[in-house]
C-alpha cells in the first residue's frame, strides 16, 4: 500500500586484474558478462599509477587541494552480492508511480523478493523513504523505482517525502519516523556528514536504515546501496583519453562534499592525470543545476576562446553546458575548428538525444532506478531483525555499466553502447 506524501555484497575490496589498453577488443559476450569486472580492474590501475604521481600540474594541483585521494580511498570498489552477474536486458518494465512515465529498471533482478506480502504475512509494514527532488527528473525516478517496490508487496506501506534539498527537514523527517515506529528506513542523502547523526538515531532505537546512491557519515548503517560513481569518472576520462590528447578543460561539479562530486571527479583527475596536454582552466561547483551549468559554462566562454572540453559530473550539468556553448554558437569553437568534447554523467533520454545527434559525446550511465533495492534491503534487515531470513551485506555494490557513444568503440577493454541499444534511459522522452 503506498502513501504518498509530496512536501513541496561486497565481501571486502576485490582483488582484480589489471586491464591495460594493449588487452584488445572484448567480443561482445564477455563484455555483457564481465564490465563490472573489466571497469574495476581499470579502476585499480589507474589508481595505483595516480598514487605514485600525477606528471600534470594542473590536474596534479587540483587533486591535491580537493583532498580526493581520501574520498576515492574510503570508496568501496568490489563485487556484487550473491555472485550477481548483470546483463544488458535484464530488468522489469512499469509506469513509474510518481513521474507517470514507463521505466524499465535493470536491477530488478538484484538481491530479489518475489512479489506478495513478506516476512509475516499478518503483518503490515511501515517503511518511510525520503528524498530530496520531486522536481529533479533523476530523483523522481529513484522514488519511482522506490514505491514501485513496495507497491509489489501488499503488506507492506512506504511513506515518500520530499525533503526538498534541506538537510535539517530530513532529519527531522527520520526523527519522526523513529518516534512513530517505523520498521525501516530509506534515505538519499545529499550530503554525508549531515545525515550521520539522525541516521545513527534511528539505529539506536532499533530501527534498520539503508541509504541509496549517497552515503551518510554513520558507520551504524544497515546498508548502502552504493552506485558506480568510481566508474562513472573513470569512463570520462578515458574517453577523453581516447579522442583527445590535450586541451583546455572546463568543470561542471555537484556539491561539494558530495559523494557524487568527490567520487566522479576524482576518478576522472585519475585518469587524464600523467596526460601533460590536458589543462583545468575553469572549476565551478553547479550543484546538480542546470541554471548554474548554464551560467558557468556561459561565464567560461566569454572568459576564454580556447575551451576544449566540457565535464559534467550529472546529466543536468551537461545540459546546461550544451545549452550555453550552443546559445554562444560556440559548439564547434575548440582549437583549429574543432568541436568542444562535452562529458557526462546519468542516462536522461534528453541526454542520450543529444549523443544521437552528436553534441554531447558520451555519457556515463549512473540510473536512478536503484530505489528498488533500498526498499528490498531494509526489509530483508527487518526480516532478519525478526529472525526471518539473514540481512542483506552492509554493502551492496550497484553493477558498473559500460559508457554511451553515438557510435560502438572499444576503449581500454571496455565495450561501448549506442543509444539506440539502451533501454534504461529515465525521463521524459525527446523528439
Known sequence: MLKFTRRAAIGGVMSVAVFAATQGCLTAQAHADGVHDVLNGLIASYSEHAKEGMSNKSVGELFEKDGFRDYLDAYPVGGLADGFVWKPGMGATFTGPYSKLEIKAPFTDYIPLPEGPVLDPKKTYKIGFVFHGFNHPWLISLADAAAWEAARHPNVEIEVIDAEFDDNKMGQVIDTWVAKKYDGIVLWPSR????????????????????????????????????????????????????????????????????????RTGAFLEVIGNVDGFNIQGNYHTNSQRTLAFQSTADALQAFNDISVSFNTGGEEAMGALDAIREAKRLNSAPDGKKIVILANDD??????????????????YTPLIGDIGIRAVIKHIGAKEGLNDAPPKLIMTPNLPMITKTKMVIEGVETMTPDEWPYAYGPAVN
Open 192 to 263: 554525508e556528514a549531515p545525515m550521520g547523526p539522525p541516521v545513527d538515531r534511528a539505529i539506536d532505537a532499533g530501527i534498520p536504515v539503508v541509504s541509496v546512491d549517497r552515503r551518510t557519515s554513520s558507520e551504524k548503517i544497515s546498508s548502502e546501496v552504493l552506485g558506480n560513481f568510481y566508474a562513472n569518472g573513470l569512463q570520462e576520462g578515458l574517453y577523453l583519453k581516447e579522442v583527445l590528447k590535450a586541451g583546455n578543460i572546463v568543470l561542471n561539479r555537484k556539491d561539494l562534499g558530495s559523494t557524487a562530486d568527490s567520487i
Open 348 to 365: 536522461a533520454k534528453e541526454v542520450l538525444k543529444e549523443i544521437a545527434d552528436g553534441n554531447i559525446d558520451m555519457v556515463s550511465p
